[in-house]
Every structure is written in structure tokens, then in C-alpha cells.
């Protein structure tokens, strides 16, 4: 018989024949717990701001939710209206939609993506939030793309600048126009 060696107490026995081999390290989670608190912030920062939108009370002192500037016409009328010049100028929007300006139109030579710079200004007497419905229009008066931008706490006589960004494929040569302007009191 052996006579086994048993090392004295609180150390380690050597790793080798008849001893186990020494407990793994754990593994910190630290990174993974840090990664999903950030995306959970930034999930609640979303759901906060949708929620702000959607409860958010309407501003009824400058205009309420305004209609599309534009009424679409019959294909044949639309296309007519297009190739010749109005014979008077219309009429400058009223209520949300005079608080939108599109400042550029173009296509994106690369992407191929349309886009329309827009500057937003409240001139309503309560601070509020914007939705903007943009569409993209080819010179034959056919809807091409569309897209929607948004602004949220703009102080009455404040000014921001966004960006409606469509993602369709356009390769001809746009228009863009604003549909409708919902501004709601933040």
C-alpha cells in the first residue's frame, strides 16, 4: 500500500495523479451587462419620446393639424398642371404648414436616395412638436418616394433644421412637397 500526502490545511494540493485540477477562473460579465443597460436607455429614451408625441396635447391656438397644400387631381390634370406654368401664384400655406420650408430637394448621386432639408418655425404660442409628411414627385407629376421628418420642443419663434430622408431608388429629377404638417403642444 501507498501512503498518500495530503497537503496541510489551507493550501492547494499540486495538480497531478490523484488530485483534481484547480477551479477555472469565472468569466466577467461586466461588458455584457453594460451593453444591454445602454440599449435598454436608449429603448426607454424611444418609448418616452413616441409616448411624449402621442400624449402630447394639440396646439389649437395657431391651427390645428392643417390639410395636404396640395390636392391630388386626376392623372391627366396633374400631368397638365405640370407642364405649364400656373397662370397665378397660390396661396402661401396657412396654419402648421407656414411653419415648414423646404430649403433643398435633391437626389443623392450615389445612394440614389431622395432627400428635403426643412426649416421648421413655430409660430405658434406654445412650445411644440412637428411631424412632416414629404413627397418626392417626378416632372410627370408621379409620387416616386416619400418620407417624413420630425422636431419636438421647438419654442415658439424657434427655428430647426431637419432632413426628410426617403429611401426609395429615384433616378429622374424631383420636386418635393410638403403633404401634411401635424403639430401637436409639447
Not at 402621442?54 to 395657431?62: E, F, H, K, N, S
Not at 392643417?66 to 400656373?86: H, N, W, Y
Not at 445612394?111 to 409628411?133: D, G, P
Request: with cysteine; net charge positive; glycine share 10%.
Amino acid at each position: 500500500m501507498s501512503h498518500q500526502q495530503f497537503p496541510p490545511p489551507g493550501q492547494q494540493p499540486p495538480p497531478g495523479y490523484g488530485y483534481p485540477p484547480p477551479p477555472q477562473p469565472k468569466k466577467s460579465s461586466v461588458g455584457k451587462v453594460l451593453g444591454f443597460g445602454c440599449l435598454g436607455i436608449v429603448g426607454l429614451i424611444i418609448i418616452i419620446g413616441i409616448a411624449g408625441a402621442l400624449v402630447g396635447g394639440r396646439d389649437d391656438t395657431a391651427g390645428n393639424a392643417s390639410e395636404p397644400s396640395q390636392t391630388a387631381a386626376s392623372p391627366k390634370a396633374a400631368g397638365a398642371a405640370s407642364a405649364k406654368p400656373p397662370a397665378s401664384k397660390p396661396a402661401p400655406p396657412a396654419g402648421a404648414e407656414a411653419d415648414v420650408e423646404i430649403t433643398d430637394c435633391e437626389v443623392d448621386s450615389a445612394t440614389k436616395w431622395a432627400k428635403a432639408e426643412l426649416t421648421i418655425t413655430n409660430r405658434s404660442s406654445k412650445k411644440s412638436n412637428y411631424m412632416i409628411s414629404v413627397e418626392f414627385v417626378n416632372k410627370a407629376g408621379t409620387r416616386v418616394g416619400e418620407a417624413i421628418a420630425a422636431t419636438n420642443n421647438l419654442a415658439p419663434g424657434q427655428a430647426a433644421e431637419e432632413t426628410a430622408q426617403g429611401l426609395d431608388q429615384i433616378t429622374d429629377k424631383i420636386t418635393c412637397k410638403v403633404t401634411k404638417v401635424t403639430r401637436y403642444a409639447s
